[in-house]
């Protein structure tokens, strides 16, 4: 009998339960360099793409190892924070997705960060007067935002937040649900901690990206194995939020020129296992960078879709 290759095997979609899965890949590194190649599927019921197999935690832990270089600057400001009017303008023309852009904050306002990070938002946020928290699964980066003062607590996986039931009124996530190896889980401690009536944010990449198609296996903005665990659309997380009392209020996407960046020297240099240790040179910054910004800026107008997928819910009620 002639065995059927991995990737070939019939895959039910962990995220809808589908059995039309396509294979897709093998996938190696190419912004870390972790040695390894690692499969994806493309569900037809939901659109979604997934690791195929699925990483095991004790999998996740070892790759996560080699993730980050160590703390550099969790709950330091930057002129982002002093000027935002200008930061908004920069990120209009570049295509960053900053929530400091996007949500409206008052006085009081009980605003949770999810997977914080390094960002400057929480401190932002804070200094406009909102009562702010975070939640981090890095130790190193709960310690740095703990000893200035900040309410972020350690995650002892990516899915349950340690924080009470119906305590936030904005709830954000940035390029943090790809990385999630249960997202029903993390859906239903977000519905737990939202309030009846508040908004949850998140972004990652956008599986209907014209970029997917056109840089194909060097589309690393999203194809970032092993490190993404999931390529959603909007659509998949509509039907994924409304399963835990959310409702899609907006969905919109932009191209970042730093993600484009990234795609570009994955395409022009297939050789090269650690992409994200190329500087940008002098010549780059005065006239590569100009040009991407405008290349991405006109491609999501002509397109209408952008490489990262934003997404807005308003929590309606428990989940059943």
């Known amino acids: 009998m002639t065995a059927i290759p991995e990737n070939d095997r019939p895959v039910t979609c962990p995220r809808c339960g589908c059995t039309r899965t396509d294979g897709l890949g093998p996938f190696c590194d190419r912004r870390k360099g972790l040695p390894g190649q690692w499969h994806f599927r493309r569900c037809a019921g939901c659109e979604c793409a997934f690791q195929s197999p699925m990483p095991s935690e004790a999998d996740l832990r070892e790759y996560y190892s080699h993730y980050a270089d160590g703390v550099r ?50 401190i932002d946020f804070a200094a406009r007067g909102c009562d702010v928290a975070g939640a981090e699964i890095a130790q190193d980066i709960v310690t740095a935002y703990r000893e200035r003062g900040f309410d972020v607590r350690a995650m002892v996986d990516g899915e349950t937040i340690p924080f009470e039931d119906d305590r936030f009124d904005v709830v954000y996530m940035m390029q943090v649900i790809e990385h999630v190896r249960r997202p029903d889980r993390l859906f239903a401690e977000l519905s737990r901690v939202t309030r009846r009536g508040g908004s949850v944010y998140m972004a990652c990449p956008n599986g209907r990206s014209p970029w997917r198609r056109a840089f194909g296996a060097a589309w690393v903005s999203g194809w970032f194995a092993p490190f993404h665990l999931f390529v959603y659309t909007a659509p998949a997380l509509a039907v994924l939020g409304a399963q835990h009392g959310f409702s899609l209020v907006r969905a919109w996407t932009r191209t970042p020129e730093a993600w484009l960046r990234l795609n570009l020297l994955a395409a022009l240099r297939p050789g090269e296992r650690c992409i994200e240790r190329i500087p940008d040179g002098w010549v780059d910054r005065l006239v590569g960078r100009p040009a991407r910004m405008l290349l991405a800026r006109v491609a999501d107008v002509l397109t209408g879709q952008g490489d990262c997928l934003v997404v807005a819910f308003r929590k309606t009620e428990r989940e059943q």
Not at 113 to 122: F, I, K, N, Q, S
């Open 73 to 122: 600057g969790a709950g330091r400001t930057g002129a982002g924070t002093k000027y935002p009017r200008l930061r908004r303008t920069y990120h209009m023309l570049t295509g960053s997705v900053d929530p400091r852009d996007f949500i409206r904050s008052r006085p009081g306002l009980r605003v949770l960060d999810v997977g914080c990070g390094e960002a400057p938002y929480l």
